[in-house]
């Protein structure tokens, strides 16, 4: 397996009640099988996943990756795990001359119309009421029909007003979503819950900390604002936060969750229990937003996925082949990932 470490800087940090991400680092890796190369990217997030040197430890000792994934040597290093998997699946792709999405369709239970693009939304983070409006109408004006603003950061009365001024400038019909990253005892989520009730919004993105899956499940019942859990899935489990009834949707991350086909077991599992799935990046360079594009792709229903995060960066690893227009993500059609190998490892 060759590994390549890299570095980028984000051209403008994510502010987050949880701190600003400024820049990311991580691996590149590339595994050689009988018929086929693949690529899998592995940018561990402190707090998400392992950290950097963990990471790099856990990728040196892969001897067979295939070993590696199935012997449990990678389940403490999830973004180590993710490289290894999503380069395993892109070399199968590759060599069956399939595009990502439609080898995980095969192998997933998953309904099989996978599709050819996928809607994204913006990702907005904590600022101002004003640059949180402009940030807003720019997104709209570029195409995007869903938001994400982060919250959290700030007193939940000047988040409600932030909010209120985005529904006041986007109006009715854009979809608006709130991610507080876990910021929020029950009774500040409550005040929250109480001052957006009128916004409409699609949903509230982790309000309380990860372990509080009955907190959330409280919240579902007492107000309807949907309510999704993201830091919980890495944190206590999928299944269990599915079993607890404490989230309309499931954020899944395949950085944070080990890889591609974790996050399609786990909607699997959603889809029997009527919970919606999003998937998104942790600002991701190129391999790691592109297999996480193919795994949204497979996914049977269509909604606006947290995958429109190339902007952040201010360099990525080779030019992207699925840019963000109107609001959507075309998928690649070429074999595997659909980028060119070559352009990522000379
Ligand atoms: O979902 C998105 O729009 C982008 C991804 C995102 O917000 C994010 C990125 C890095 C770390 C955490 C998060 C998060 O969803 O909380
Ligand atoms: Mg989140």
Same mark, same amino acid.
């Given at each position: 397996?060759?590994?390549?470490?890299?570095?980028?800087?984000?051209?403008?940090?994510?502010?987050?009640?949880?701190?600003?991400?400024?820049?990311?680092?991580?691996?590149?890796?590339?595994?050689?099988?009988?018929?086929?190369?693949? $690529?899998?990217?592995?940018?561990?997030?402190?707090?998400?996943?392992?950290?950097?040197?963990?990471?790099?430890?856990?990728?040196?000792?892969?001897?067979?990756?295939?070993?590696?994934?199935? =012997?449990?040597?990678? /389940?403490?290093?999830?973004?180590? *795990?993710?490289?290894?998997?999503?380069?395993?699946?892109?070399? *199968? +792709?590759?060599?069956? =001359?399939?595009?990502?999405?439609?080898?995980?369709?095969?192998?997933?239970?998953?309904?099989? =119309?996978?599709?050819?693009?996928?809607?994204?939304?913006?990702?907005?983070? =904590?600022?101002?009421?004003?640059?949180?409006?402009?940030?807003?109408?720019?997104?709209?004006?570029?195409?995007? /029909?869903?938001?994400?603003?982060?919250?959290?950061?700030?007193?939940?009365? /000047?988040?409600?007003?932030?909010?209120?001024?985005?529904?006041?400038?986007?109006g009715p019909t854009v979809s608006i979503r709130a991610d507080a990253n876990g910021a929020w005892d029950r009774w500040t989520a409550d005040r929250f819950l109480d001052g957006i009730a009128s916004l409409e919004l699609e949903y509230l993105e982790q309000p309380l900390a990860a372990e509080v899956l009955d907190g959330h499940a409280a919240l579902r019942r007492l107000h309807d604002t949907p309510i999704a859990l993201d830091e919980s899935l890495a944190a206590v489990s999928p299944e269990r936060?599915?079993?607890?009834?404490?989230?309309?949707?499931?954020?899944?991350?395949?950085?944070?969750?080990?890889?591609?086909?974790?996050?399609?077991?786990?909607?699997?599992?959603?889809?029997?229990?009527?919970?919606?799935?999003?998937?998104?990046?942790?600002?991701?360079?190129?391999?790691?937003?592109?297999?996480?594009?193919?795994? +949204?792709?497979?996914?049977?229903?269509?909604?606006?996925?947290?995958?429109?995060?190339?902007?952040?960066?201010?360099?990525?690893?080779?030019?992207?082949?699925?840019?963000?227009?109107?609001?959507?993500?075309? $998928?690649?059609?070429?074999?595997?990932?659909?980028?060119? $190998?070559?352009?990522?490892?000379?």
């Amino acid at each position: 397996m060759r590994v390549r470490e890299f570095a980028v800087d984000l051209r403008r940090p994510l502010s987050t009640a949880k701190g600003d991400i400024d820049r990311r680092e991580g691996f590149l890796v590339a595994v050689e099988t009988a018929d086929a190369t693949g $690529v899998g990217e592995a940018t561990p997030l402190p707090g998400w996943t392992e950290s950097l040197a963990e990471c790099r430890n856990a990728l040196e000792s892969v001897g067979d990756p295939e070993t590696a994934l199935t =012997d449990g040597t990678l /389940d403490d290093t999830p973004a180590a *795990r993710h490289a290894v998997s999503l380069a395993l699946a892109d070399a *199968r +792709a590759r060599d069956e =001359d399939r595009s990502l999405t439609s080898s995980f369709a095969l192998s997933s239970s998953l309904a099989t =119309d996978s599709h050819t693009s996928v809607p994204v939304n913006s990702t907005i983070g =904590d600022s101002g009421v004003e640059s949180t409006v402009e940030a807003a109408m720019d997104a709209v004006a570029a195409g995007y /029909d869903c938001l994400k603003v982060k919250v959290g950061a700030r007193a939940p009365e /000047d988040d409600i007003e932030r909010l209120s001024a985005v529904r006041d400038a986007v109006g009715p019909t854009v979809s608006i979503r709130a991610d507080a990253n876990g910021a929020w005892d029950r009774w500040t989520a409550d005040r929250f819950l109480d001052g957006i009730a009128s916004l409409e919004l699609e949903y509230l993105e982790q309000p309380l900390a990860a372990e509080v899956l009955d907190g959330h499940a409280a919240l579902r019942r007492l107000h309807d604002t949907p309510i999704a859990l993201d830091e919980s899935l890495a944190a206590v489990s999928p299944e269990r936060a599915i079993a607890s009834n404490a989230a309309d949707v499931l954020v899944c991350k395949p950085m944070a969750l080990g890889g591609p086909e974790r996050v399609l077991s786990v909607a699997e599992r959603a889809e029997d229990a009527g919970a919606g799935v999003v998937v998104t990046t942790t600002i991701d360079a190129v391999v790691a937003r592109l297999g996480a594009l193919h795994v +949204a792709a497979t996914l049977p229903r269509i909604r606006a996925h947290g995958l429109a995060t190339a902007s952040f960066l201010d360099a990525d690893l080779a030019p992207d082949p699925a840019p963000v227009r109107d609001g959507a993500m075309t $998928v690649p059609e070429g074999p595997g990932l659909g980028i060119d $190998v070559a352009s990522l490892f000379d």
